[in-house]
């Protein structure tokens, strides 16, 4: 397993990182994920990535149970803000009062002291960032959380933010959460250029557009019923990329990962990290073998012949 630092600060990330969505405290058994997760970190990744969102909470309850018996300084641990934990108004968002109350609920569920990277879900357009920035900055104080990092931000709010915290001297976010992948490269245009140029490092989640990278669907093909696509969650995340153009180019894609002796999930995570700017890529996992076959991806060079074709593809 490789290592990236995650964006400007010194923190080093594994390339592939494991996350929580739709499997942990959700339709994989406790026992399979816990398995899972501990396969992950035997692998070397040493970077989790979960929600108090997830499941309202019982993901990380998971996933503070299965690095229980891990030391605490030999894994990075990321945990986000903003959605909604309550049915009263201001059990969601990114104000002080929500941040500071689920921080301290996170902390709980998870078992752990202190959270390495604590992410802004979303964007708050009810709320100043100012108030966001500076509860999130009084939290690094506290020693609750270690870095700050925001999920789904446009370019525009990440400098606005990056600005704010210069002039406060506060501390910067270092972190952001897109999508990205071969069939979503939106973030290409100018979140990249922004996180290249203020030190804020791309976690990207959904790098095998929700499966569908893995080769697993075919077209004109039944869904596989143990697929995500098949669960009534995931189902409606991965319908955006179940197009009849997009299965077309997986397949043509599936031809170049055979000529590099690569599967198909490792070509796709590959090519996300072959931008400096991708710390890492967050895979999702209800079986311990994905686990195995991914991290293969990390440290995989894809020749620039190679690079070329997968474009030409994609266009």
Not at 80 to 93: A, E, Y
Not at 112 to 139: F, G, K, V
Not at 146 to 161: H, I, K, P, Q, R
Not at 304 to 311: F, P, V
Request: aromatic letters at 6%.
């Amino acid at each position: 397993m490789k290592y990236r630092r995650l964006g400007g600060s010194g923190l080093k990330v594994s390339e592939i990182s494991l996350g929580s969505w739709l499997t942990y405290g959700g339709y994989v058994e406790k026992q399979q994920a816990i398995h899972t997760m501990q396969l992950a970190f035997e692998s070397g990744i040493n970077f989790f990535d979960t929600a108090n969102v997830y499941m309202r909470g019982e993901a990380e309850k998971v996933v503070g149970e299965a690095l229980g018996g891990c030391r605490r300084e030999s894994y990075v641990l990321a945990t986000k803000v903003w959605g909604q934990m309550g049915d009263g108004p201001n059990d969601r968002g990114l104000s002080r009062k929500h941040i500071m109350e689920q921080c301290d609920a996170s902390l709980k569920r998870l078992g752990m002291e202190y959270i390495d990277l604590y992410y802004c879900h979303s964007p708050d357009p009810s709320t100043p960032i100012e108030e966001t920035l500076r509860a999130l900055d009084d939290l690094v104080r506290q020693g609750k959380v270690l870095y700050v990092g925001v999920s789904n931000w446009t370019a525009a709010m990440m400098t606005e933010a990056i600005h704010i915290a210069d002039r406060r001297l506060s501390d910067r976010i270092v972190a952001s959460q897109p999508p990205y992948s071969m069939l979503r490269r939106d973030i290409e245009k100018e979140i990249i250029p922004v996180g290249l140029k203020y030190g804020i490092g791309q976690v990207v989640y959904s790098p095998l557009a929700q499966g569908v990278l893995s080769g697993k669907y075919k077209p004109a093909g039944e869904v596989p019923k143990d697929s995500r696509a098949a669960q009534e969650r995931g189902g409606q995340a991965i319908q955006r990329y179940l197009t009849e153009g997009n299965l077309d180019k997986v397949e043509r894609l599936r031809n170049v990962a055979q000529e590099l002796d690569l599967t198909l999930s490792q070509l796709a995570l590959a090519w996300v990290l072959r931008q400096p700017n991708v710390s890492s890529a967050i895979i999702g996992a209800s079986r311990p073998e994905q686990v195995t076959e991914n991290a293969k991806a990390s440290g995989v060079s894809i020749p620039a012949e190679a690079l070329d074709t997968i474009e030409a593809i994609l266009q």
